[in-house]
Every structure is written in structure tokens, then in C-alpha cells.
């Protein structure tokens, strides 16, 4: 067999098994390019460290998606209850306080770091609060200390006659 044929051969083997491996659709180990990521900062994993323990009646879940928390209301059509959720349904709490015994939601809270926009916090604190959340904002960095959460998270202890008020400055602070 003449050398030129080898060469044409092996090139179109080389070819059909390009075509082949992209017909394929990169369906095997790797296929979809993605790794793994830590779930929280340092400084997120040492907030809930704080929370915890400002609450120990609670559980403290971290990076809650708010399609977990809330939904559309019922009633709406399918397009208008689809147009809602798309507004909120990739977004992520960085905290979400649950009491242990009822498994009600007890508060929201947001670590607000330098990429915080605060006319865009407003409008999700409006959100969450339209579905009944207290949304509590704590500063990022250093600025978080245990006294500080505590101070901020004292509303859930708070007497019922009084929790309503403390619910309210809560949102403030």
C-alpha cells in the first residue's frame, strides 16, 4: 500500500472519531465543566457561628434559595404566578433562622458586604417582607460582633405583646 494512502486513512479516522466524540455530546465524566465551590466565606462561616449562638433554640440554615421560602399566590394565572417566581426564585438568603420545635421561619438575615446595593436591599426586603419575613441586615467585615447579633436577633425572645414593636426596629437597624 502507497504511504499516501496510510496518511489519507489515518487522517480520516482521525476525523470520523473528532465527528464521533462531538456526536457524542459530551456525555460521560466531565461533560457539564463545572467544580465545586465553597458554600460560604470564611467571614459567612464565621457569622453563623454567631447566630448559632445567639439562638440556640434555632436552627441557622445558610444559603437558603428564596424558591425554598415563598411562592407566587395562589389564584393567579400560570403565566402572572411564572412572572413572580422568575423574580425571586434565584435568589439566595445568606441566613435563615427556623425555630426547632414549630419549624417556622423566624427571621431572614443578610450579611451586606461591598457588592450590597442598598436600593436594590430595599426592594428585597420589601419582598420578603410581603411574604411575612423580617429581614435583619447585618454589616460585613469586622463591624459583626456577637454583641451586635445578639442585639439584632433579641426580637425573637421578645414577649408576644412586644415582638410586633421589636420586629419593627429590627427591620431598622
Not at 130 to 158: N, Q, S
Request: a positive charge.
Amino acid at each position: 500500500m502507497d504511504l499516501t494512502w496510510v496518511i489519507v486513512i489515518g487522517i480520516g479516522l482521525v476525523a470520523l472519531a473528532v465527528v464521533l466524540a462531538a456526536a457524542k455530546g459530551g456525555k460521560g465524566a466531565g461533560a457539564f465543566q463545572v467544580e465545586p465551590r465553597r458554600l460560604m466565606t470564611e467571614r459567612e462561616r464565621h457569622v453563623i457561628g454567631m447566630i448559632e449562638a445567639a439562638v440556640p433554640a434555632c436552627r441557622v440554615h445558610a444559603q437558603v434559595s428564596m424558591g425554598a421560602l415563598m411562592n407566587a399566590k395562589r389564584g393567579l394565572d400560570r403565566k402572572r404566578r411564572t412572572a413572580i417566581r422568575n423574580r425571586f426564585d434565584r435568589k439566595i438568603v445568606d441566613y435563615v433562622i427556623e425555630h426547632r420545635e414549630t419549624g417556622d421561619v423566624v427571621a431572614l438575615v443578610e450579611l451586606d458586604d461591598r457588592t450590597h446595593n442598598a436600593s436594590k436591599d430595599e426592594a428585597r426586603d420589601r419582598l420578603t417582607a410581603d411574604a411575612g419575613y423580617t429581614t435583619i441586615r447585618l454589616p460585613a467585615g469586622k463591624g459583626v460582633t456577637h454583641e451586635l447579633v445578639r442585639e439584632r436577633l433579641a426580637f425573637i425572645f421578645a414577649p408576644a405583646d412586644q415582638s410586633g414593636i421589636a420586629r419593627q426596629e429590627a427591620r431598622q437597624l
